[in-house]
């Protein structure tokens, strides 16, 4: 790895230096007290000469060793899976009604007889609600791609910027 001379070193050159230096931990020629000494010394550096005074006596290292692309499991054909958002909305769906179902299964056997089933009113709309939006692919408001109106950026917005 080349570096100029007395320039001044950008954080990518240090986050290579750190990178080989970690090679050399990890082959057994530093110590962790000394690994993290050199890092300290690598970040706290102006110039490039500053920095490579941490490699001045190790040898250079080799290239790091290449990364084997993780094996995926075969993709799933049944249909187009749901949304997380929308996979969370019917978990609670559905364990709202489950527990509303046993509530009125202990008072009917309790009571000795089936009750009004009046948990269909809160399983029934809910249900219908979340399929109607489930199947029209539709959510409550449109997403906002900008700064709105108050200066403030959305949350939608500056989380798909982080992902850059």
Not at 44 to 73: F, G, I, K, W
Not at 98 to 109: C, E, F, G, K, P
């Amino acid at each position: 790895m080349e570096y100029a001379d007395g320039v001044r070193i950008s954080d990518p050159e240090r986050e290579r230096l750190v990178d080989e230096l970690g090679r050399h931990l990890t082959a057994g020629r530093l110590t962790i007290g000394e690994f993290d000494e050199r890092v300290g010394a690598v970040y706290r550096s102006v110039t490039t000469d500053e920095a490579r005074r941490v490699l001045s006596d190790l040898p250079a290292a080799p290239p790091p060793a290449p990364v084997r692309a993780p094996v995926r499991a075969p993709a799933r054909t049944a249909g187009p899976r749901l949304p997380v958002h929308q996979r969370i909305e019917w978990a609670a769906w559905a364990a709202a009604g489950t527990i509303n179902l046993a509530i009125w299964a202990i008072v009917s056997i309790v009571v000795g007889a089936a009750v009004y089933p009046w948990p269909i009113w809160v399983i029934g709309p809910w249900g219908l609600v979340l399929l109607g939006r489930t199947l029209a692919g539709r959510e409550g408001t449109a997403p906002s791609t900008g700064p709105s109106r108050s200066g403030r950026q959305s949350h939608r917005w500056c989380t798909s910027q982080l992902r850059l």
